[in-house]
T-cell receptor, first 110, second 116 residues
Framework: LAKTTQPISMDSYEGQEVNITCSHNNIATNDYITWYQQFPSQGPRFIIQGYKTKVTNEVASLFIPADRKSSTLSLPRVSLSDTAVYYCLVGIYNTDKLIFGTGTRLQVFP | GAVVSQHPSWVICKSGTSVKIECRSLDFQATTMFWYRQFPKQSLMLMATSNEGSKATYEQGVEKDKFLINHASLTLSTLTVTSAHPEDSSFYIC????????????FGPGTRLTVL
């Protein structure tokens, strides 16, 4: 299972775009890249998933370069409610167990 | 989307007692469920993989006799913390995948266990 590396924490202000980068140098050919969000005392919640290039949904964008050794989660115009821990994981989720890294603690200030 | 529930949401027990935590997939069937433990300010740590109709697979360092897992049906897995001690106090979270081409793990809301 690929190990991921993320910044421990990030600060931002409301209305700004936040980009969180994750390194996964040993990603396997069949692995997907998935980002989860976790609020205190809650289970993680799926944000976005991708395999290559760019994926966008209603809450975020995921940028994956051609070598797939890293990925960037982009949160447009963050609000206070986006304060949470964001985890980047790689794997094949219909079969794989998930190994969580440290995650990135995002703090959004007014 | 698929929903995973856990019961109870929190529990307080005395040291030495056993506590059972349920994880249910409400609108899908799951042959595999996962159990995690999370201490304050730390990441989720995978404890075991629960397999319907067979024995669970435990991660290294997790005592199988301490954390009993039963996956008796396609919608229910239970984690029993036997002879709980204060160091077992933690946030326990389960997850499941609906399969059928769905590549997302769905997580339960978690269970806060406090052992006095």
């Amino acid at each position: 299972l690929a190990k991921t590396t993320q910044p421990i924490s990030m600060d931002s202000y409301e209305g700004q775009e936040v980009n969180i980068t994750c390194s996964h140098n040993n990603i396997a050919t069949n692995d997907y890249i998935t980002w989860y969000q976790q609020f205190p005392s809650q289970g993680p919640r799926f944000i976005i998933q991708g395999y290559k290039t760019k994926v966008t949904n209603e809450v975020a964008s995921l940028f994956i370069p051609a070598d797939r050794k890293s990925s960037t989660l982009s949160l447009p115009r963050v609000s206070l409610s986006d304060t949470a821990v964001y985890y980047c994981l790689v794997g094949i989720y219909n079969t794989d167990k998930l190994i969580f890294g440290t995650g990135t603690r995002l703090q959004v200030f007014p | 989307g698929a929903v995973v529930s856990q019961h109870p949401s929190w529990v307080i027990c005395k040291s030495g007692t056993s506590v059972k935590i349920e994880c249910r997939s409400l609108d899908f069937q799951a042959t595999t469920m996962f159990w995690y433990r999370q201490f304050p300010k730390q990441s989720l740590m995978l404890m075991a993989t629960s397999n319907e109709g067979s024995k669970a697979t435990y991660e290294q360092g997790v005592e199988k006799d301490k954390f009993l897992i039963n996956h008796a049906s396609l919608t229910l897995s239970t984690l029993t913390v036997t002879s709980a001690h204060p160091e077992d106090s933690s946030f326990y979270i389960c997850s499941a995948n609906p399969g059928l081409g769905n590549n997302e793990q769905f997580f339960g809301p978690g269970t806060r266990l406090t052992v006095l």
